[in-house]
Structure formats: structure tokens, C-alpha cells
């Protein structure tokens, strides 16, 4: 087991680093001066010379992903062209939101998904499959946006259940940010949990034409307990692995979102620095996003050896 993590974490190295390179050659290759947008049109050559010696821009490529990459290793990803603030303190402010957005999806998304597609399983070819499937396929078919301006109009406008749009912190108390993220999270809910509800279902169903569980029954054993406690945790590579790559997703698709339910997380704050052309808070949010990403790819590939014992040897 031991060896196993060693070896995940050693593979990951190099994909970060090539994953550092794409990032850095996409913002630099793309057309245009950076000196010159960021000066202005009304600058002086002296101005926006100053500006490329401060961006490091007046040295060859391989030269400025040394000092970027270095840079990197050390967190310091420069400081905002628009505001002068410092990248990692800009995407630190906006962190709390996006992931509690996320986390509240997924865990709504698991609780949701799961026993629906073991239930669908269980049923198979029967009407309470074909329904759970007919959601499933409905919220694939529905776009996000779509979602979120119907939800906000039966239970925010109509209801006032919710509120329209806006996000509660943490510091006001975790019942008042659940209640602000609840229609973002159940529209991006809906579509994660059709993805995770037919993984399970598929998993779960391979797994009930095994021999053990035709025992179990023989003897006796509830169905809840054979599908928890049996069932489930043999079906459990691929339902991780759905889950984690849902909640990459989530991660790195929360601008629609986050836009419509006017959240100032992470999604907000890259619109704004596209639009602003704030290459260095571009660049940062990128490489931050890349980091979360193989990050949660770690954590699934080890959470492997809890679901299948030949992954620990």
C-alpha cells in the first residue's frame, strides 16, 4: 500500500509539469502584446518598455518559464494588472464560495444518485427502472442555465423560499450559505447525479449476477444489507471514479452557474480577468484549476484500494 501512494504520488509530478508548460505557452503564444494592452493606448514606448522588463517579457521564452515556474513552486503567481493585488490573494477570496458550491452539489449529487441507480439495479427492466433511467435522461438533456432561471422563478421569485441570487459566507453561519447555494447546487445537481445514477446502476447490476450474491440471498440476508454492504462497496472503482471526475467538473465548470446566481467565486473572477485581459490572474487560476484537478485524481486512484484489496498488495 504503501509503495501504491509512493508510486501515485511520483506519476503526478510530471503531469504537473506538463500541464505548467501548456499553461504557460497558452497565455504567452496568444496573439497580442501583453505590455502594450496592459499600458494602454495613451503610454509612452518608455512606459510599456518598463512594463515588459516588470513582466519579465524583454527575455527569451525558456527564460520566462524559469522564472514563472519558480515562481509557482514558491505560490507567488504575480500580482493582478487590473487591481495590483497579489494572485494568490485574489484566488483565496474567492475559494470559499466556488468550493462550498461544489461540495453541496456533490453531496447532494451522492445522496441523490447512488440509491437511484441501485435501486434502478435492483429493478431492472422493471417501471421503477425505466423511470429513474427517463430522469436520468432528462437531466443530460436539460442545459444548466435553463435549470437555474426555472428554479429561481418557481421557488425564489414565486415561493421566496430562496433567495434570488447572492452568496452567504461561511462567517454568517453555515445554515445561511447552505440556504443561498441550494438552487445552484440542485441545478447542477440534477445533471450529475443522471451521470453517477447510471454508472451505479450499470456497476450494481454486473455485480448482482455474481455467485456471492445468489449465496447471500440463499441465506437468508435482507436485500437492504446485501446491496449496502456487499453490493456497493464491490461496485465501487467505477462509482469513485464517476464521483471524482463529477467533482472536477464541478470545479472547473461552475462559471455558467456562478454567473447566473451572481456567486462571486472562482468562475466570476476568471470571467472578469478574461474580459480585463489580466493575464497574470488568467495564468494563476488556470494553474490553480490544473493543481485541484490532478489533485482529485490522486485521491480517487487511492481511494481504489479501499473498494478492490489487490490494489493494497
Same mark, same amino acid.
Given at each position: 500500500?504503501?509503495?501504491? #501512494?509512493?508510486? /501515485? ?13 501548456? #499553461? ?23 512606459? @510599456? %518598455?518598463?512594463?515588459? *522588463? &516588470? ?33 494568490? %490573494?485574489?484566488?483565496? *477570496? =474567492? ?6 458550491? $461544489? ?10 444518485? #447512488? ?7 435492483? &429493478? ?5 427502472? =425505466? ?28 415561493? =421566496?423560499?430562496?433567495?434570488? *441570487? ?7 453561519? #453555515?445554515? $445561511? ?12 445537481? !440534477? ?9 451505479? /446502476?450499470?456497476?450494481? !447490476?454486473?455485480?448482482? *449476477? ?14 437492504? &444489507? ?21 467533482? $472536477?467538473?464541478? +470545479? ?5 452557474? %456562478? ?8 468562475? /466570476?473572477?476568471?470571467?472578469?480577468? +478574461?474580459? /480585463? =485581459? ?7 487560476? +488556470? ?8 489533485? +482529485? ?13 489487490? @490494489?493494497?498488495?
Amino acid at each position: 500500500m504503501p509503495a501504491y #501512494i509512493l508510486g /501515485r504520488l511520483a506519476a503526478a509530478i510530471p503531469t504537473l509539469l506538463l500541464v505548467s508548460v501548456f #499553461i504557460f505557452l497558452l497565455v504567452h503564444l496568444a496573439p497580442g502584446d501583453p505590455a502594450l494592452l496592459i499600458a494602454g493606448d495613451n503610454a509612452s514606448p518608455a512606459q @510599456v %518598455e518598463q512594463i515588459r *522588463q &516588470r513582466l519579465h517579457l524583454d527575455q527569451s521564452l525558456p527564460a520566462q518559464f524559469v522564472i514563472w515556474f519558480s515562481d509557482a513552486v514558491r505560490l507567488d503567481l504575480g500580482a493582478s494588472v487590473y487591481s495590483g493585488k497579489p494572485v494568490t %490573494e485574489l484566488i483565496a *477570496q =474567492r475559494i470559499e464560495p466556488t468550493f462550498m458550491l $461544489a461540495a453541496y452539489t456533490m453531496t447532494l449529487t451522492v445522496l441523490v444518485a #447512488i440509491p437511484l441507480g441501485t435501486i434502478a439495479a435492483w &429493478r431492472a427492466n422493471g417501471l421503477v427502472d =425505466r423511470i429513474i433511467m427517463a430522469f436520468s435522461v432528462a437531466g443530460f438533456s436539460v442545459p444548466v442555465f435553463a435549470t437555474s432561471y426555472l428554479l429561481v422563478y418557481l421557488f425564489a421569485v414565486k415561493a =421566496r423560499w430562496f433567495p434570488v *441570487q447572492g452568496y452567504k459566507p461561511l462567517s454568517d453561519g #453555515i445554515w $445561511a450559505t447552505l440556504v443561498s447555494l441550494t438552487l445552484p447546487s440542485i441545478a447542477l445537481m !440534477l445533471v450529475f447525479a443522471a451521470l453517477i445514477a447510471r454508472v451505479t /446502476r450499470a456497476a450494481v !447490476l454486473e455485480v448482482l *449476477q455474481e455467485n456471492f450474491v445468489r449465496t447471500l440471498k440463499a441465506k437468508g440476508m435482507g436485500t437492504g &444489507r446485501i446491496l449496502a454492504v456487499h453490493v456497493l462497496k464491490t461496485a465501487g472503482v467505477p462509482i469513485v471514479t464517476v464521483i471524482g471526475i463529477g467533482f $472536477a467538473a464541478l +470545479i472547473g465548470g461552475v462559471v455558467v452557474t %456562478e454567473s447566473v446566481f451572481n456567486i462571486p467565486g472562482i468562475g /466570476r473572477l476568471t470571467v472578469d480577468a +478574461i474580459v /480585463r =485581459r489580466d493575464y497574470p490572474v488568467v495564468q494563476g487560476i +488556470i494553474l490553480f484549476f490544473s493543481v485541484t484537478l490532478i489533485l +482529485i485524481n490522486l485521491i480517487v486512484d487511492l481511494s481504489y484500494a479501499l473498494f478492490d484489496p489487490r @490494489v493494497r498488495g
